[in-house]
């Protein structure tokens, strides 16, 4: 049997425990949707202030370069490169995953021409689906997309690009990143990774795995703020060719000599567009903050530790109660998340926000637990088991059940 | 002779003056900027504020649907929509200028598919002219772009879309958007327009008009921060037939059922693509308080007065100094702003902006003075002019001639 004091002395233990520090969490809240948007890193509120009242509200038009609004999205990706294994220079923050991954799509009609299929799964996030299909129907391309666990045998020498999300937004699973990217160029084609649910809470390794194109998220495990802008890496050998499907005048090798002919930025700066939505941007900036002398590699080891210690208190506590585990038992072959079915997992999910423990619903059945190892703690997981312990035994779900169903969660 | 005296009685009588407390504006500095970045609101940090600490602090997730951030696109887009002639429903707030020009100008695809030519004016601003480039090279179209007096005489049966700025960016000449629009209507054509430098400084009536889409920018006349989102406009009779090329999931009919399928959105919601960036956005909404029981028909008749008194005023005290009005004379073809040409003029606007007077400059030799008429008085107006006077006398633009240039102004 696993005690809470056990887990407070693992607390007690943690090397990372006092990140918890770098944020402002509110009481009385077991925060476990972190994989959905990330909680509010402690400077930010103090940078945006400072955004807001002194450089917009003093500086005016002035901060554009007193203050380096003009080059943040650089700089921001500079800081995010940092996290996934990328060059200075080669990651950009701008705009949103969505739009970003339209621009990496697109990408493949210059860096693969000569190949008309997009390879994904059918696992993937909708908007990447979208995309994908969108992109397709443009351009005469066909879009697959088979199971994930039959991606790696899918890849034949038809496919321009394989485009992938690493970890699976509903299960947590999580995709070989090395390994489908080295399949990906056995077979001449590109691989293309959204990061939106494993940036910031592993160790990844772009440039080593050899990856041509990635996007991401900046308000899930970044911290960065509801709807932060997103970032966009492109590999050193293909900044040359990448080209921007919407040529905007930020994306300009010299945007403040407002030239009437489009010629695309020499870097990674091609990827931009308009103009950076500073206040969003800023508070990215400042959340990357909570990063500083972070070891990925020990956040992946808590990150495990905590998923194991959910998944073992789930089998101990919970057997009978109606739950199956959707997320993968090995952990190397999941993210930081774990979710569990129910066919009454709405009405569960709802039970469990009203008593403080934050995770998140997906229909038709699943209640989803995202742990975000900087902020939080294995009495956390504990007690997050022991509410839904409660809930469960007590049927107290069932007041959550008639609840109107809301938009996100 | 104008004098102050003259300027301070016209402030008293300003039916428009009380506007000015809805700024927080920086003392010792007259703003003549706003045609850039719109100076700061005074409810947008406490709204701010709210929204980090608050909103994201302490609701996290539960804020998509407890403070309507789901929504803010729309209900922000429907308070811009009362700005520019437009009924609800049909505005949305997200992206950036450039990028949803670019989903207007793809829209030419769909909406007139039998037409292949985009005609612009050769001085529409340059991100309108690489969106334009952009789209017509990817689907082999041909971008038209004569003299803006050429446009109208320009328009034939070719042409699938008339694409102009309302008002140019370098020396306000407006365009007369009803003649244009009927024009390019009885050619067949399309007609977008971008309001960037005319949304909240003038009435549009964009249904009036039979505008078919428009865009425009937040951060100029609109007040909404640095980089705040942009909006975009579909007339109701194309709401069904407009195709989204960058298919997100906020464009989709139902983003939270997570469908594997794309389905557009019926409304203009199908314009949005990713994750509304809400920091941004939330200013935005805040800063269009200022515009709570403005008439438009109001601002314009300052707006009026303004450029007409800076050129009054250039005329009687600035004659031999080596300065062309750039702007068209009549104020019927001119936005809010007046554009001077000098040969020193970037040394001239950096001695000007060193004193308190911030105007832009924009290459060759281009002195750009914008007039945001709820936070702009008349005595600015004679001060700023006072100032420019004692720039040129006393050659104080000497100074700022060997300023390294800067990136933005």
Chains 1, 2 share one sequence.
Not at 59 to 72: C, E, K, M, P, T
Not at 169 to 186: C, F, K, N, Q
């Amino acid at each position: 049997v696993i005690t809470r004091a056990e887990c407070e002395e693992r607390d007690a233990a943690d090397p990372l425990a006092h990140l918890r520090e770098r944020f402002l969490l509110p009481p009385g809240v077991i925060y476990l949707d972190g994989n959905s948007l990330g909680a509010l890193p402690a400077g930010v509120p103090e940078r945006i202030r400072i955004t807001v009242e002194e450089q917009w509200g003093k500086g005016l038009i002035r901060s554009w370069n007193d203050a380096g609004w003009v080059d943040l999205p650089r700089r921001v990706g500079d800081r995010i490169a940092g996290l996934v294994g990328a060059r200075p220079g080669t990651v950009v923050a701008c705009d949103s995953t969505s739009i970003n991954l339209f621009k990496s799509v697109e990408a493949a009609l210059t860096l693969a021409p000569d190949r008309r299929v997009i390879l994904t799964d059918s696992g993937n996030f909708p908007t990447d689906l979208y995309v994908m299909a969108g992109v397709a129907a443009r351009h005469g391309m066909e879009v697959r997309s088979p199971a994930p666990e039959e991606v790696a045998g899918s890849i034949d020498g038809e496919v321009a690009m394989v485009a992938l999300t690493q970890v699976d937004y509903r299960t947590g699973r999580l995709h070989d990143l090395p390994e489908i990217t080295a399949l990906a160029h056995a077979a001449g084609a590109l691989s293309v990774w959204d990061l939106a649910h494993s940036a910031g809470v592993m160790p990844i390794d772009l440039e080593a795995a050899g990856v041509d194109l990635a996007v991401g998220c900046g308000y899930k495990y970044l911290n960065g703020g509801p709807g932060a802008p997103a970032f966009l890496y492109v590999a050193p050998r293909h900044l040359e060719r990448f080209h921007n499907p919407i040529q905007g005048w930020f994306g300009h090798v010299a945007p403040f000599e407002f030239r009437p002919d489009f010629e695309a930025a020499p870097g990674v700066d091609r990827a931009r567009v308009g103009t950076p939505h500073l206040l969003s941007l800023a508070a990215l900036d400042a959340a990357l903050d909570a990063f500083d002398d972070v070891d990925l590699r020990e956040v992946r080891v808590k990150s495990v530790d905590l998923t194991e210690l959910f998944l073992a208190l789930v089998d101990e506590r919970l057997d009978g109660m109606g739950f199956t585990v959707a997320s993968p038992r090995a952990p190397s072959r999941r993210g930081s998340q774990v979710s569990l079915r129910h066919p009454e997992g709405y009405a569960i999910v709802q039970a469990l926000i009203e008593r403080g423990v934050i995770g998140d619903f997906r229909a038709p059945d699943l209640c989803r637990f995202g742990f975000s190892p900087p902020y939080l703690r294995f009495v956390d997981v504990w007690d997050a088991v022991d509410e839904l312990v409660e809930v469960m035994a007590n049927e107290v779900w069932r007041d959550g059940r008639h609840r109107v169903r809301s938009a996100v969660t």
